[in-house]
């Protein structure tokens, strides 16, 4: 199975900017993830989508989070407005049963 | 709540050892468990998957196996290599309505050294 592809590998921003990460391509998946790993910390799930809705969500996707699938292809996670503490790696994931597959992350860094 | 715990920490082993990682949960309604391999500054690998009603997999040198009424899971790797080198992360799956929501431990650092 193909394997999941995220961009930009590495996302520079200022606090309080927008960023959006993106999965690309991916076709016929239903179920797609969002993870976060803080440097030397566990890995977190965020959020889950299927069907092109929220199916669920972590305490910390609070309103600065959003995810959704503009063409219908490309997922995508947009933080409003970033603050420090959303630096780090963001793995998108996706499964069509078992197990999940996850992409090689976007490391973002918030200055 | 779920809580996954990896032991030791950290592992540092000469080529060619048999070794075994650990893992623990807290709550045994699970539906699977994923074990992943993480090179620095890189994605999530996965390595083998049980479901909840298997006992074990095998794929290669590695073997996992788990007991879901004690909350345990083992990975094992024979004749460890350098390429072996890597943290290695459990996740367990609620399954249900948390369907694709993974529990992850903290992860076991392993340095296998010629």
């Known amino acids: ?111 | 709540k779920q809580e996954v715990t990896q032991i030791p920490a950290a592992l540092s082993v000469p080529e060619g050892e048999n070794l075994v990682l650990n893992c623990s949960f807290t709550d045994s309604a699970i539906y699977n468990l994923q074990w992943f391999r993480q090179d620095p500054g890189k994605g999530l690998t996965s390595l083998l998957l049980i479901q909840s009603s298997q006992r074990e997999q095998t794929s290669g040198r590695l073997n996992a196996s788990l007991d879901k009424s004690s909350g345990r899971s083992t990975l094992y790797i024979a004749a460890s290599q350098p390429g072996d080198s890597a943290t290695y992360l459990c996740a367990v799956h609620a399954g249900g309505t948390s369907y694709g929501k993974l529990t992850f431990g903290q992860g076991t650092i392993l340095t296998v050294h010629p």
């Open chain 1, 1 to 111: 199975e193909p394997e999941v592809t995220q961009t930009p590998s590495h996302q520079v921003t200022q606090m309080g900017q927008e960023v959006i990460l993106r999965c690309v391509p991916i076709s016929n998946h239903l179920y797609f993830y969002w993870y976060r790993q803080i440097l030397g910390q566990k890995v977190e799930f965020l959020v889950s989508f299927y069907n092109n809705e929220i199916s669920e969500k972590s305490e910390i996707f609070d309103d600065q989070f959003s995810v959704e699938r503009p063409d219908g292809s490309n997922f995508t996670l947009k933080i409003r407005s970033t603050k420090l503490e959303d630096s780090a790696m963001y793995f998108c994931a996706r499964t069509g049963g078992s197990p999940l597959h996850f992409g090689n992350g976007t490391r973002l860094t918030v200055t």
